[in-house]
């Protein structure tokens, strides 16, 4: 083989590698396409609370590529099932993939408190409200986790930054006002009492 003959050979080789790195790429490509529109079907499904198709379409993308949401939704879907244990699990790998997916951290919140570890609620809830700071639920729940533990200038502080984002949510009212009455604020209590009051008056029909 000439010098000339080598180096043709060497660009063919150099030639194949490039093509096969363009198929790779390409098929690479198809694959994360095929896996976005399974994770989009599946958000639309769980929006129309079709939980067995939601998960079905989940399960057939492969673990290491699934997105936060993927993650997410298949814990909802568990934690609708009563599969308490086994969605926190998939709420945990949610946040091990996207570190600012608060509302896992959110669902673990909750799922500490039903388990009565309100220190872990208390601190999941916190994460979430460092990514999500306008989300009243979250400050409401939070507040909810300081009243269990009858911490309550924590829980009043937290039940008034919710009603900051959302002035209409009876909860906090009705916890204000039993708040304030166990501080001896007779006044305020019953102020927060007929804000209650009015609010789930409103929602008769």
């Not at 080598?6 to 790429?25: A, C, E, P, Q, S």
């Not at 409401?140 to 309550?152: F, I, M, P, R």
Request: proline letters at 1%; aromatic letters at 14%; one cysteine or more.
């Amino acid at each position: 083989m000439s010098l000339h003959e080598k180096f043709l050979t060497l660009d063919y080789n150099f030639g194949m590698k490039r093509v096969l790195l363009v198929i790779l790429f390409m098929n690479l490509s198809l694959v994360f396409a095929a896996q976005g529109e399974l994770s989009k079907q599946a958000t639309a499904f769980y929006s129309d609370n079709n939980h067995h198709k939601t998960m079905d379409l989940i399960l057939q993308i492969n673990e290491r590529d699934r997105t936060a949401q993927d993650w997410l939704l298949l814990g909802n879907v568990l934690a609708d099932n009563g599969e308490d244990d086994n969605a926190a699990y998939n709420y945990q790998k949610a946040v091990l993939t996207d570190k600012k997916c608060y509302r896992a951290y959110y669902n673990l919140g909750n799922y500490y408190m039903k388990k009565g570890l309100t220190e872990e609620a208390i601190n999941n809830y916190k994460k979430a409200i460092n990514i999500k700071a306008d989300n009243p639920y979250i400050f409401y729940n939070l507040g909810c986790a300081y009243l269990k533990k009858e911490d309550l200038r924590n829980a009043r502080a937290n039940f008034n930054k919710a009603l900051m984002y959302k002035s209409d949510i009876p909860e906090c009212h009705y916890n204000l006002a039993y708040i304030y009455q166990k501080q001896g604020k007779q006044k305020l209590a019953e102020t927060y009492m007929d804000n209650y009051k009015k609010l789930t008056e409103d929602k008769v029909y």
